[in-house]
């Protein structure tokens, strides 16, 4: 599955799952969380970068890991838990991409 149909997926998940049915008290949090890894995803997917360094705090690898490993359980269990979502894009691909970035950065010091 290529990486665009993988960032179509998440959109969709977010606006039609999260946006229109998820109730959860962290909604608020997890959204941010939600349109974080959207906005790398997009910047990676595109290739739109400052730098060509993925362990760089610009490098959008280094924004998803970050989320990953500060959020992972949480992105990967409540945001695309299950099989299927209601996106034409199954969750398991989506989980995959986003797992791939865990390491990327996590060995820098950076505190933001």
Do not use: W
């Amino acid at each position: 599955m290529n990486d665009k149909t993988i960032l179509k997926g998440m959109i969709e998940i977010y606006q039609n799952e999260f946006m229109c049915g998820y109730d959860g008290p962290d909604k608020d949090e997890l959204r941010i969380i939600f349109l974080e890894l959207i906005v790398h995803a997009t910047q990676y997917i595109n290739d739109f970068r400052y730098c060509s360094d993925p362990k760089c705090p610009c490098s959008p690898e280094f924004g998803i890991g970050k989320l990953m490993r500060n959020h992972g359980q949480k992105i990967n269990s409540v945001l695309f838990g299950g099989a299927f979502g209601l996106s034409e894009v199954p969750m398991r691909p989506i989980r995959d991409f986003l797992n791939q970035f865990i390491n990327e950065g996590d060995d820098e010091t950076h505190d933001d």
